[in-house]
């Protein structure tokens, strides 16, 4: 006889009252005993006694289970749980919140350091490394703890007095006084992100490695970003600082992760229930960008808490990890007026750093930049107060970037117009600059600048600060009074023309002015105009790619001025898309070969073939397609199609034509919306499943007599839904409504055994999807996560990978080769994972307006395509991708009259160049890792290469020679290891090959024979690095740069390499040398200097260098720099800038190009051998052609649509229609 119920409390508290109803539901089923509804809902016999127990309020998913179980209206339920639950947080949050035990969002500080925990271990091996070392690194990735670590770990244990310091973007600004003590400079990476003046943070670094050098035995620990790490590599007295002094922030174990969850409630006198502590670190082990998304949680259920216990029903109420940052978000901006809610959107903007490429991050700004009013000081203070926001003396940071990442509302504002946000960010920082010079005119917007601002300042009038709004003004009257200026000499010109009048001849230059006033107002109309659609142009870049690229054409051939030259060449460097609009309704897609089938909600579905991505031909639509919706399924070859209608039916269509498919047959069965639709390797069997939650298997040899095989059936708690096959049809992969999938073997249709389960996903999963070998397994959920599976042994599947996104991920798919992982969804990107080891997540895929339905590889993966709610479908070319995306921000050389790209960065890597638009990688050098110089041999059949092989910043240097002869198995002919070498050269003979170093000395090599490198000979430079080596023609002398020390560019006589001696050495007229390029005639030399300029010298006399000839206009000190193959165009590199000067004549250069948008620092500058196509090296690499003809050829290639008459109207009004692409 069943044991009974403990009687339940008075009936006036909401929990109880909640049990009673259940025990009440559970009554009105028959009065099922627990055991019994334990079968039916899944669930414990335990876990559902305690849900109608009274103690607490269940969980959710525990609570729907107990209702579906007992046959009650779970929505209304559902309705109920959540309206208690809301109940009870607001009850909690009326609690004294005085003695929080988790921060959330926000970095430790020392003073919290009695709520620090788990990373005990960590503090005690850091202590112990500076026993030993006076400069320390720290590094770890974003979120991983590292300023919780130095501020409530280190900083509070250290027996020293504790400087603490950020860099900004002064660094110099604060005194570093901190003799004796320990100097502990967090978020090093500013030095990188914030400070723009190289000089300045050459200064910074230099002053800290002093300072570990001191003689009061000062200590200094840098907290760094892992992804910065590269970066320090490049400075000589960091390198050997830090040489066995780093220690690296890594994930929390399971049990460190288990006492920071636990021991701070303790500490505050409440308790963590068990299965919450499980829960928690279960989401969060391995995943250090997850830890300060643990504590925000922790601190909503804490908040939430019942009595003194932290529960899984107020960790569910709250979000979970996912979701509870974007609540508390959420509902502090909509508990604010709409006044105060502008003032939110516009603080998070000017919070937020706009990402190239890469994710969007936080950036710190001086109180000053905002407004000093009431409204601002409001918000700024509710938003501290929600631990969204940190707030201190003069400074305003967001808490973490995990907020931009999980905030749908904040994505949706960065994504609305992120041209115009660039343009407030200049503005901002422009009236920052005005001020600092006391409001100086000459530092006021002119021209295009200010016209462009004040353009945008209309649209956005919420957007300005009172100092913005100032500078602006001020800009604008200083213009309205030059114009008035120059109005005043024009009409005093008129009175001297009219005073004239009476003679003949001046009558005639009258006239003549007249016609040229006339010509001047046509001229700056179609300038305005053209300026105009330039901003629009970048404004719909991402978006409309086709209109997009086609408005650049058309302002530029209607006013070819710098802007528009500009701009042409910009819209033409990020890899191309083709958008196509179905209008009205969703669309779903399918492909196969180089067919397409898209269906729209209302009106078709169509027949494409995408052999040419960027033109798909419409072949036919399905006859009767307005009964169709989706999904759509292909048979392996091609020939059948699965579409599914209206009334739950599957029709097959005969596709062996696709220009005339064929219906015929449709399967039943279902008797509700069918969601997932797959055919069988050999395309004899279709798997189907439904929201009637099962999964059928139909027999389909006869497109035209389907024959029913078997219906797979879950339980009430686990439900089929959504199923697809293994490459090899001998699987089957079904997900479950309890969150988990399962693996059924069904190499014989008619009879599927169950192989296995695969649980870890956090809510409802959608369809799944294999790896071409059929050895893993790919599964996405609403939790917003894709999770990949070996799947080998279908009886074992092993846990891969665990694939985190913003929002939940809706569709998920291998590339052909396996290498590559997309998955799409509600955040509005699709994201691309390298997953050929740990998934490493590449640079996403923006353009869509709204979530992403479905995502997939094209079968010959040259093509990303993917649909969307906006209605659009995308086709996306891969091969740009790639390169864009590889570690290779070192830029080698082009080979075989540039068919060929040499690249380098964590590794070497070769290209096939054919076709620009879709570069294929041919081989990857094996090897070490972070290439630091390589050089191509003359005749182009092998290269070499530096790399930094040993673990940490200094390690081993090895210096190596491969042949690529063959560019898809090259093989290593030497290996020698060597000092730091950050430059590398081949004499014109290729028996001489240079190697400089970051010390000083330059070595010079025998290479006769290619399996060795002999007869090292150092040249006496002086102190500092080797940037640049390259040999002349003759090969009789070599040239060198060097800085920071020495800076200067050295010509070595090497006619006889075994007696080198200095010819001359030239010197910039001031600032520091870095990269030095040398013209293909060996005339020229260029070279770039930190006082922004570069410098030109003839050396045809090498003993007799005249004085050079300076090229200005970069903001930054200049960087790489490259000729162009026949020497008359020369690139220059400074920061994320690239400009571009015709060197014809080098006494009278011409710049004729500027190239920005970059992701991050331009490293290296390469053209192709066409002299018209420059790679460029920064976080990848980009093709960028110079000759806007050519550019002018590519765009009218690729676009498509054409502009249509209502789009050029509304873009250029009152000009005759005429598309640039005809």
């Not at 066995?244 to 006492?259: H, K």
Request: aromatic share 6%.
């Amino acid at each position: 006889m069943p044991r009974r119920e403990r009687p339940l409390g008075p009936g006036d508290d909401v929990v109880v009252s909640f049990a009673a109803d259940l025990r009440l539901l559970r009554e009105k089923a028959g009065g099922p005993t627990y055991r019994e509804l334990s079968t039916r809902a899944g669930y414990s016999a335990a876990a559902l006694s305690e849900a109608a127990g009274g103690r607490k309020l269940p969980g959710l998913a525990v609570t729907t289970a107990y209702v579906t179980a007992c046959g009650g209206d779970v929505a209304a339920w559902e309705e109920r749980w959540r309206a208690v639950a809301a109940g009870l947080a607001a009850t909690s949050g009326e609690r004294d919140e005085t003695e929080l035990p988790y921060l959330g969002l926000a970095a430790f500080q020392t003073a919290d350091a009695d709520r620090f925990f788990g990373r005990e271990r960590l503090v005690a091996e850091l202590t112990g490394k500076l026993a030993e070392r006076r400069l320390v690194g720290v590094f770890g990735a974003s979120g991983s703890g590292k300023s919780s670590v130095l501020r409530a770990g280190l900083a509070a244990v250290s027996e020293r007095p504790v400087v603490l310091r950020t860099p900004g973007a002064h660094p110099l600004d604060e005194d570093l006084d901190a003799e004796g003590r320990l100097l502990i400079v967090d978020q090093f990476e500013e030095v990188y992100t914030l400070c723009g003046d190289r000089i300045e943070r050459e200064k910074f670094i230099d002053a800290l490695v002093a300072l570990a050098r001191d003689e009061h035995g000062t200590r200094v620990v840098l907290g760094v970003r892992a992804d910065f790490y590269g970066h320090l590599c490049r400075h000589a007295g960091l390198v050997e600082a830090l040489t066995d002094a780093q220690v690296m922030v890594g994930p929390m174990t399971a049990d460190e992760l288990r006492t920071a969850i636990v021991e701070p409630a303790v500490r505050a006198g409440c308790r963590v229930e068990a299965a919450l502590v499980t829960t928690l670190v279960a989401d969060a082990t391995g995943q250090p960008a997850m830890l300060p998304l643990v504590s925000h949680a922790l601190l909503e259920t804490w908040r939430r808490r019942q009595g003194i216990t932290l529960t899984s029903a107020a960790y569910e109420a709250a979000g979970g990890i996912l979701n509870a940052i974007a609540r508390t978000a959420e509902a502090v901006y909509t508990d604010l007026e709409p006044d105060r809610q502008r003032v939110v959107r516009q603080i998070f903007l000017r919070l937020t750093a706009l990402g190239e490429g890469t994710e969007d991050t936080k950036r710190r700004l001086n109180r000053r930049e905002l407004d000093d009013d009431p409204a601002t000081t409001e918000v700024l203070e509710r938003l501290a107060d929600a631990r969204l926001l940190v707030l201190d003396r003069d400074g305003v940071e967001i808490a973490h970037e995990a907020l931009i990442r999980s905030w749908p509302r904040l994505r949706d504002w960065l994504a609305e117009d992120r041209e115009g946000h660039r343009l407030h960010r200049q503005l901002a920082e422009a009236t920052e600059l005005w001020e600092s010079l006391d409001r100086d005119k000459g530092s006021l917007y002119r021209g295009t600048r200010l016209g462009l601002a004040a353009e945008w300042a209309d649209r956005e009038p919420d957007a300005l600060s009172a100092r913005e709004r100032t500078f602006l003004q001020a800009g604008l009257d200083a213009e309205a009074e030059e114009t008035a200026v120059g109005r005043k000499r024009t009409r005093r010109l008129r009175r001297l023309v009219a005073l004239l009048g009476v003679l003949l001849l001046l009558a005639g230059v009258a006239v003549g002015y007249a016609v040229d006033a006339g010509r001047t107002a046509t001229e700056q109309r179609n300038e305005a105009l053209a300026r105009k659609a330039v901003v629009e142009a970048k404004t719909l870049r991402e978006s409309n790619p086709a209109l997009s690229t086609q408005l650049s054409l058309a302002a530029y051939r209607l006013a070819p001025i710098q802007e528009t030259h500009d701009g042409l060449l910009t819209a033409m460097a990020a890899p191309f898309a083709t958008r196509m609009t179905f209008d009205p309704g969703d669309v779903t897609v399918a492909l196969s070969g180089q067919l397409m089938i898209t269906s729209d909600s209302y009106r078709a579905t169509q027949v494409w073939s995408i052999a040419d991505s960027r033109h798909p031909e419409l072949l036919a639509t399905l006859p009767g397609s307005e009964e169709v919706r989706g999904p759509l399924a292909f048979s392996r070859d091609g020939h059948a199609l699965a579409t599914v209608t209206r009334d739950h039916r599957v029709r097959l269509w005969d596709l062996t034509d696709p220009r005339r498919p064929v219906r015929k047959a449709d399967v039943t069965g279902h008797r509700e919306v069918v969601i997932s639709a797959d055919f069988g390797s050999d395309g004899r069997t279709l798997v189907t499943g439904s929201d009637d939650r099962t999964v059928r298997l139909t027999d389909v040899t006869d497109l035209g007599a389907p024959k029913p095989l078997v219906v797979l059936g879950g339980t009430p708690a686990a439900q089929l839904a959504r199923a697809a096959f293994s490459p090899d049809g001998k699987l089957l992969a079904v997900t479950n409504t309890n969150w988990t999938a399962e693996l059924w073997d069904v190499t014989t249709p008619s009879a599927p055994q169950r192989r296995s389960v695969l649980s870890g996903h956090k809510d409802l999963q959608l369809t799944p999807s294999w790896s071409p070998d059929g050895r893993r397994l790919l599964t996405t959920s609403w939790d917003r996560t894709a999770r990949l599976w070996d799947v080998a042994d279908p009886a074992a599947p092993r846990p891969l990978s665990t694939l985190t996104t913003p929002a939940v991920v809706w569709a998920a798919g291998f590339s052909p080769s396996g290498r590559l992982v997309v998955t799409a969804g509600d955040d509005q990107s699709v994201r691309i994972w390298d997953v050929t080891g740990p998934a490493k997540e590449l640079p996403p895929l923006s353009g869509h307006t709204n979530a992403i339905w479905w995502t997939a590889f094209s079968p010959d993966g040259k093509t990303i395509v993917s649909t969307s709610a906006d209605r659009t479908v995308r086709l996306q070319d891969v091969g740009e991708l790639a390169l864009a995306s590889s570690a290779g921000w070192n830029v080698g050389a082009f080979l075989e009259q540039g068919r060929i790209l040499v690249t380098a960065g964590d590794d070497v890597r070769l290209w096939a160049m054919d076709d620009l638009r879709a570069p294929r990688q041919l081989s990857k050098l094996p090897g070490p890792a972070t290439v630091t110089a390589v050089a191509v041999s003359p005749d182009r059949r092998s290269l070499a290469l530096a790399a930094h092989a040993g673990a940490g910043v200094a390690g081993t240097f090895v210096l190596q020679r491969w042949d690529i002869s063959d560019p898809t198995a090259p093989k290593l002919l030497a290996s020698t290891e060597v000092l730091p070498t950050y430059s590398l050269a081949f004499s014109s003979d290729g028996k001489t090959f240079a190697s400089g170093r970051d010390d000083g000395p330059i070595t010079l090599w025998d290479v006769s024979d290619p399996r060795r490198f002999t007869g090292p000979r150092d040249l006496p430079v002086g102190d500092g690095t080797v940037w640049s080596l390259a040999f002349t023609p003759d090969g009789r002398t070599l040239v060198a740069s060097q800085g920071p020390d020495s800076s200067a560019v050295t010509l070595w006589d090497v006619a006889d390499p075994q007696r080198p001696s200095l010819v001359s050495t030239l010197r910039p007229d001031g600032g520091t040398v870095f990269k030095m390029a040398l013209s293909p005639d060996g005339r020229t030399v260029a070279a770039g200097s930190s006082d922004r300029n570069v410098y030109l010298w003839d050396i045809t006399d090498r003993a007799h260098v005249a004085r050079p000839v300076k090229l200005g206009g970069h903001s930054e000190g200049v960087g790489p720099l490259a000729f162009g193959p026949d020497g008359r165009e020369l690139a220059a590199s400074a920061f994320r800038t690239v400009r571009v000067w015709d060197v014809a004549d080098p006494r009278k250069p011409v710049e004729t190009a500027q190239l920005t948008g970059f992701a991050a620092t331009v490293n290296s500058l390469a053209y192709r051998d066409d002299g018209h196509t420059l790679a460029i090296g920064s976080s990848g690499v980009q093709l960028w052609q110079t000759d806007t003809a050519k550019v002018g050829e590519e765009i009218c290639r690729l676009a498509t649509p054409r502009i249509t008459r209502e789009e050029w109207e509304k873009y250029f009004p009152g000009l005759e229609y005429a598309p640039p692409c005809g």
